[in-house]
């Protein structure tokens, strides 16, 4: 299986959005609850920013999902810290992917001057979790019951990694 990223651009976001929406109707892995627009999307998924980037992930070039660095907390004192998200299409979970796609963002996130990585997981998203343990991230927060969708009230875990 050869994976490959390609920086995302505008063109890209109605794919994109096609599989997050996916996610919102049919998962726990987002708190968003409706689908959202192209518009809001790009509030959290950067297109051209010197620290943040956003990457279509393809396996044997077909589109498997996407994945991105984005600001942690919108204030200067946490530029050092971003926030790392991946979303694959059902079909290609559970084949390694997302284990090579994080290690991508580490990298790319290192090339970029970051120090601190944070993957801010679903309580109920077991697969992220046993990911981002795999790949040595800590856990460092346990929220309890602050969210709720599809009527059960969900914990919300955050995973740090000091890259640099």
Request: neutral net charge; hydrophobic residues 35%; proline residues 2%.
């Amino acid at each position: 299986m050869e994976i490959k990223f390609k920086q995302v651009v505008e063109q890209d976001l109605p794919a994109i959005k096609e599989i997050y929406d996916w996610y919102i109707e049919n998962s726990t892995a987002t708190f968003h609850t409706e689908p959202i627009g192209i518009e809001q999307l790009k509030e959290f998924l950067y297109l051209d920013h010197p620290w943040y980037n956003s990457y279509l992930i393809y396996s044997d070039r077909e589109l498997a999902g996407y994945c991105f660095i984005t600001n942690y907390k919108k204030r200067q004192a946490y530029n050092r810290t971003a926030e790392v998200t991946i979303y694959l299409k059902d079909e290609y979970c559970n084949k390694g992917i997302g284990k090579v796609a994080l290690n991508y963002l580490e990298l790319k996130a290192k090339e970029n001057g970051l120090k601190n990585l944070i993957g801010i997981i679903g309580g109920e998203n077991t697969g992220s979790i046993a990911l981002f343990e795999k790949c040595g991230y800590t856990k460092c927060a346990h929220f309890k019951n602050v969210g709720e969708k599809f009527n059960r009230v969900l914990d919300v875990m955050a995973y740090q990694k000091e890259i640099g």
